[in-house]
């Protein structure tokens, strides 16, 4: 890759200490986002897909904390972890300060979309007088001056008459017409990073059209990079320059858009993309994928999407995979974590199929007993020592 | 997946019959409107406005707080009104020679029968010391509003800071806050602010304002928590923080103005319980002290002269039952004018 990405994430594990057990919602997860692109985060619900953007933010709130990674945005360390004098894991003395963190980084380098519309405008205040504040906060500019800047920025977003609607409060807005005074509120401080969670979600899919065009249309005249958290492939493939697909708080696949659809490295994201129509395919009925998502406080163990995987072999129960790289596609990497792949030699092609693999729930696999998994084997040994790339 | 043409929205949607009434149903023109509806909360709101005219009033005029205050029983009602001819000089308490000594023995009553009123002098009578009773009844007001709405005050403003806190920032914040508000929670108010006054250094209506202000905390910091808990997880609540709005902006500018409207109803039935509260206390010697006149206070004081004039205790109580009443009325009509899923 050419120079230092914008955003880069390593290993960030983010977890949540609850009375029954450690909730393990990120787990080790790395990715980066370059100047003006836009990067699709996608999961099924409760994959970590949130907790993971919020994290990027420092807004993970209690009993939540991230115990560990690293967070490097324009060279300045948002989260950063070492090794202190006895042993115990401590914060870096570059990370930035709560201080830093609120009065630089949030909205005015990293501004966030939220889901739903209609919740994220207060209710009691114009929505003019919020977006004022909003910039007035973050730009250090007049009530007046920021008004303008306000009223130009709906006028941007596509809102008619915005002089008129900058009096208005929220209930007199549309749910598609609060999100594009969301959409303003993000790119009114000029950040260079957005991340949109979810926005388009509880719109209908006219209004989501619409959003999306403007989004693009924002992007190429901002430069402004996204991260966009998404259940839905379809938005994915409209909008997105490169794609990590989550499954359990881990990433298992990334790659650029185009790869990933057609080119796809990990059973997961097939099984997704068999359970959505698709333009380009044909076919008589839409597979879904069979079982739930276990819970992150116990996650299964080995692989964790074995437990659905129409793949699964044994070894698939042992071996945890990390993303390695798989292939290469115009310089990119595309990245899997799925044994299945040759650069894995965990010995996947010898394994024994899973009995019932697809479709047992969690327990039932585990009762699948194996001779090898009980004696201590090379092949997890081996799966111990894997690091990432 | 999206639509091909970049087509906006129209700028104004029209909103939907229902969705439209229902958005009407909120603001504050509308809560006006629906009280003045509302055969209850109007009368509420005339006797409240009449309360208040009637306390303000009290501090506008001096002739009164002399009448309230002077204890000769030649100054008289009369002397308020400009329509009667009389002397418009009076005379201050302590100056003249015919005023009574502030107090004296009850043996010494039949030596100044307490007239029973009804006469344009003294419509209510004069009280022992024959003070104006309607004057000393009309001053009271100001006294009891005055209490009413500063304790209240004081309660709310407390509660209010320690309920959004505790609820907005949780876990042992909250623990602590929320055990400490539900301590004093826990004590009888009467005993409470008696303890308090008498810590404090002794009978004195301020101190008995402040009493009663600190033993209402505990209601009002419960009623805000328990709204701040639902309105903190709000995605607005989550926009703010990562806008990086500051956690005193947001519990202030966010957080409480959306917890508000239940406690604001509360707050104006609180003014008629804290009225009564400060009746009891004056009555007991705890809070009004003579000669300022406040009616828990006359009632104590009256009640060793019922055989005399049982009026002398009637008129006190009427005043604080019209008041209480009137406060009550318009809490209650606030309520329902405040609820948008209440019909008229």
């Given at each position: 890759?050419?120079?230092?990405?914008?955003?880069?994430?390593?290993?960030?594990?983010?977890?949540?200490?609850?009375?029954?057990?450690?909730?393990?919602?990120?787990?080790?997860?790395?990715?980066?986002?370059?100047?003006?692109?836009?990067?699709?985060?996608?999961?099924?619900?409760?994959?970590?897909?949130?907790?993971?953007?919020?994290?990027?933010?420092?807004?993970?709130?209690?009993?939540?904390?991230?115990?560990?990674?690293?967070?490097?945005?324009?060279?300045?360390?948002?989260?950063?972890?070492?090794?202190?004098?006895?042993?115990?894991?401590?914060?870096?003395?570059?990370?930035?300060?709560?201080?830093?963190?609120?009065?630089?980084?949030?909205?005015?380098?990293?501004?966030?979309?939220?889901?739903?519309?209609?919740?994220?405008?207060?209710?009691?205040?114009?929505?003019?007088?919020?977006?004022?504040?909003?910039?007035?906060?973050?730009?250090?500019?007049?009530?007046?001056?920021?008004?303008?800047?306000?009223?130009?920025?709906?006028?941007?977003?596509?809102?008619?008459?915005?002089?008129?609607?900058?009096?208005?409060?929220?209930?007199?807005?549309?749910?598609?017409?609060?999100?594009?005074?969301?959409?303003?509120?993000?790119?009114?401080?000029?950040?260079?990073?957005?991340?949109?969670?979810?926005?388009?979600?509880?719109?209908?899919?006219?209004?989501?059209?619409?959003?999306?065009?403007?989004?693009?249309?924002?992007?190429?005249?901002?430069?402004?990079?996204?991260?966009?958290?998404?259940?839905?492939?379809?938005?994915?493939?409209?909008?997105?320059?490169?794609?990590?697909?989550?499954?359990?708080?881990?990433?298992?696949?990334?790659?650029?858009?185009?790869?990933?659809?057609?080119?796809?490295?990990?059973?997961?994201?097939?099984?997704?993309?068999?359970?959505?129509?698709?333009?380009?395919?044909?076919?008589?009925?839409?597979?879904?994928?069979?079982?739930?998502?276990?819970?992150?406080?116990?996650?299964?163990?080995?692989?964790?999407?074995?437990?659905?995987?129409?793949?699964?072999?044994?070894?698939?129960?042992?071996?945890?995979?990390?993303?390695?790289?798989?292939?290469?596609?115009?310089?990119?990497?595309?990245?899997?974590?799925?044994?299945?792949?040759?650069?894995?030699?965990?010995?996947?092609?010898?394994?024994?199929?899973?009995?019932?693999?697809?479709?047992?729930?969690?327990?039932?696999?585990?009762?699948?007993?194996?001779?090898?998994?009980?004696?201590?084997?090379?092949?997890?040994?081996?799966?111990?020592?894997?690091?990432?790339? | 997946?999206?639509?091909?043409?970049?087509?906006?929205?129209?700028?104004?949607?029209?909103?939907?019959?229902?969705?439209?009434?229902?958005?009407?149903?909120?603001?504050?023109?509308?809560?006006?409107?629906?009280?003045?509806?509302?055969?209850?909360?109007?009368?509420?709101?005339?006797?409240?406005?009449?309360?208040?005219?009637?306390a303000v009033y009290a501090v506008v005029d001096s002739n009164l707080s002399r009448l309230t205050f002077g204890v000769a029983?030649?100054?008289?009602?009369?002397?308020?009104?400009?329509?009667?001819?009389?002397?418009?000089?009076?005379?201050?308490?302590?100056?003249?020679?015919?005023?009574?000594?502030?107090?004296?023995?009850?043996?010494?009553?039949?030596?100044?029968?307490?007239?029973?009123?009804?006469?344009?002098?003294?419509?209510?009578?004069?009280?022992?010391?024959?003070?104006?009773?309607?004057?000393?009844?009309?001053?009271?007001?100001?006294?009891?509003?005055?209490?009413?709405?500063?304790?209240?005050?004081?309660?709310?403003?407390?509660?209010?800071?320690?309920?959004?806190?505790?609820?907005?920032?949780?876990?042992?914040?909250?623990?602590?806050?929320?055990?400490?508000?539900?301590?004093?929670?826990?004590?009888?108010?009467?005993?409470?602010?008696?303890?308090?006054?008498?810590?404090?250094?002794?009978?004195?209506?301020?101190?008995?304002?402040?009493?009663?202000?600190?033993?209402?905390?505990?209601?009002?910091?419960?009623?805000?928590?328990?709204?701040?808990?639902?309105?903190?997880?709000?995605?607005?609540?989550?926009?703010?923080?990562?806008?990086?709005?500051?956690?005193?902006?947001?519990?202030?500018?966010?957080?409480?103005?959306?917890?508000?409207?239940?406690?604001?109803?509360?707050?104006?039935?609180?003014?008629?319980?804290?009225?009564?509260?400060?009746?009891?206390?004056?009555?007991?010697?705890?809070?009004?002290?003579?000669?300022?006149?406040?009616?828990?206070?006359?009632?104590?004081?009256?009640?060793?002269?019922?055989?005399?004039?049982?009026?002398?205790?009637?008129?006190?109580?009427?005043?604080?039952?019209?008041?209480?009443?009137?406060?009550?009325?318009?809490?209650?009509?606030?309520?329902?004018a405040l609820d948008p899923r209440i019909e008229d």
């Amino acid at each position: 890759m050419s120079s230092e990405p914008l955003l880069r994430v390593e290993n960030l594990t983010t977890q949540f200490f609850t009375e029954t057990g450690t909730v393990r919602a990120v787990d080790g997860i790395s990715f980066e986002i370059r100047e003006g692109e836009i990067v699709g985060l996608v999961g099924e619900s409760g994959a970590g897909k949130s907790v993971a953007s919020m994290s990027l933010l420092r807004l993970v709130e209690n009993p939540g904390e991230i115990v560990g990674g690293e967070i490097t945005y324009k060279g300045e360390t948002i989260v950063g972890f070492e090794e202190g004098p006895d042993g115990e894991r401590r914060e870096r003395d570059d990370m930035l300060s709560n201080e830093e963190i609120r009065t630089r980084i949030r909205g005015n380098e990293i501004a966030v979309i939220f889901q739903d519309p209609m919740e994220s405008l207060n209710p009691v205040f114009t929505v003019g007088g919020q977006l004022r504040e909003f910039i007035e906060l973050n730009r250090g500019l007049s009530e007046g001056e920021a008004k303008t800047v306000a009223i130009d920025m709906l006028r941007e977003v596509g809102i008619p008459d915005p002089e008129q609607r900058y009096e208005e409060y929220p209930h007199q807005f549309s749910g598609g017409m609060r999100q594009r005074v969301l959409i303003a509120m993000a790119l009114a401080c000029e950040p260079s990073l957005i991340i949109a969670d979810e926005p388009t979600t509880a719109l209908d899919v006219t209004v989501e059209g619409q959003i999306i065009d403007l989004v693009d249309e924002l992007q190429a005249k901002y430069g402004t990079s996204f991260l966009w958290v998404t259940h839905d492939l379809g938005v994915v493939a409209e909008i997105c320059d490169r794609v990590n697909v989550m499954y359990l708080g881990e990433i298992v696949e990334q790659a650029p858009v185009d790869e990933l659809f057609y080119d796809t490295k990990h059973p997961y994201t097939d099984a997704l993309l068999n359970s959505i129509p698709r333009p380009d395919r044909t076919v008589d009925e839409l597979e879904a994928i069979e079982g739930v998502m276990p819970e992150a406080i116990d996650p299964p163990s080995g692989c964790r999407f074995h437990p659905r995987c129409p793949d699964a072999r044994a070894v698939c129960k042992r071996v945890h995979p990390d993303a390695k790289r798989v292939a290469d596609a115009d310089g990119e990497p595309h990245r899997a974590a799925c044994v299945k792949h040759d650069v894995f030699d965990v010995g996947y092609d010898e394994s024994p199929p899973l009995e019932g693999a697809a479709g047992t729930d969690r327990a039932a696999a585990g009762d699948v007993d194996e001779p090898e998994s009980i004696a201590p084997n090379p092949a997890s040994d081996e799966s111990g020592g894997e690091g990432h790339e | 997946m999206a639509v091909s043409e970049s087509q906006y929205e129209s700028g104004r949607e029209p909103a939907s019959e229902d969705e439209e009434s229902v958005e009407a149903r909120v603001g504050w023109r509308y809560t006006v409107a629906r009280i003045k509806r509302d055969t209850t909360a109007r009368w509420g709101l005339y006797i409240v406005t009449v309360v208040l005219f009637v306390a303000v009033y009290a501090v506008v005029d001096s002739n009164l707080s002399r009448l309230t205050f002077g204890v000769a029983s030649d100054y008289t009602f009369a002397q308020l009104l400009p329509i009667f001819d009389h002397p418009t000089h009076i005379p201050p308490p302590g100056e003249g020679t015919q005023h009574m000594p502030p107090y004296f023995p009850l043996a010494e009553q039949s030596w100044n029968p307490l007239p029973a009123g009804g006469t344009i002098e003294h419509p209510l009578g004069t009280d022992h010391t024959g003070r104006d009773y309607f004057t000393r009844i009309v001053y009271g007001t100001q006294v009891s509003v005055f209490v009413g709405l500063v304790s209240t005050f004081i309660g709310l403003t407390g509660g209010t800071i320690i309920g959004a806190v505790a609820g907005y920032y949780g876990g042992r914040v909250d623990d602590i806050l929320m055990r400490l508000v539900e301590t004093v929670y826990a004590i009888p108010p009467l005993i409470l602010i008696i303890v308090f006054t008498v810590f404090v250094g002794g009978a004195n209506i301020w101190y008995a304002v402040l009493g009663v202000g600190i033993a209402f905390i505990p209601v009002f910091a419960r009623i805000i928590r328990s709204r701040v808990l639902s309105i903190r997880e709000m995605d607005y609540i989550e926009a703010a923080r990562a806008a990086g709005v500051k956690d005193r902006n947001i519990i202030m500018r966010h957080v409480v103005p959306n917890s508000f409207a239940p406690v604001l109803v509360y707050a104006t039935l609180q003014i008629g319980v804290t009225i009564l509260i400060v009746a009891g206390l004056s009555f007991l010697g705890y809070g009004a002290q003579p000669p300022t006149p406040d009616w828990g206070q006359m009632l104590n004081i009256s009640h060793g002269y019922m055989h005399s004039n049982v009026w002398l205790s009637i008129w006190p109580g009427i005043a604080i039952m019209i008041t209480i009443m009137g406060f009550n009325l318009f809490g209650d009509g606030l309520q329902d004018a405040l609820d948008p899923r209440i019909e008229d």
